[in-house]
């Protein structure tokens, strides 16, 4: 028993603060940029829908499940930042009828970095203890997240990809 303790006290606390990772994708910046920005790319990967135009200040919307249903999940989105092909930064997460801002939303950077022939993707999402949430909902909703990103990040790179691999 006392070597799993020891083990355990070694492991470094998990902070719920930002979900960070880095990718290497086989498609120029110019690419990925559109993949990460352009609804009907974005729903190639990630939501079911999207309705979104890619410019700073810009609301719009995406939808987890069928758009028809009372059960779909919609999230409103704010972009932030869209500076082609380096980098799309936007806003979400908000509670129902407000107004995001950055004590009341995620905010998620993606940064494209050229890497020989492709693309190095940074992405960030942060926010998660600003939210003011109590340590329950946060734990739920950082693991969440972490559970989502590794799930979806991985299609992004392969969509884009197949995007650039199409003759």
Sequence with gaps: MRNRWLRLSREKPV????????????????VVYEVVSSPEHLREWWPDDAELDPVPGAVGTITFGDPASQEAKVEQLTVVEADPPRRFAFLWVTDQGEAATQGNSLLVTIDLVASGDGTLLRF??????ERGWEAAVLEKAYTDHVNGWNHFLPRLVAYAQKLVARP
């Design 124 to 129: 960030k999402e942060t926010g998660f203890r």
């Design 15 to 30: 902070e719920y603060g930002s979900i960070e990772r880095e990718l290497r994708i086989d498609a120029t910046p110019e």
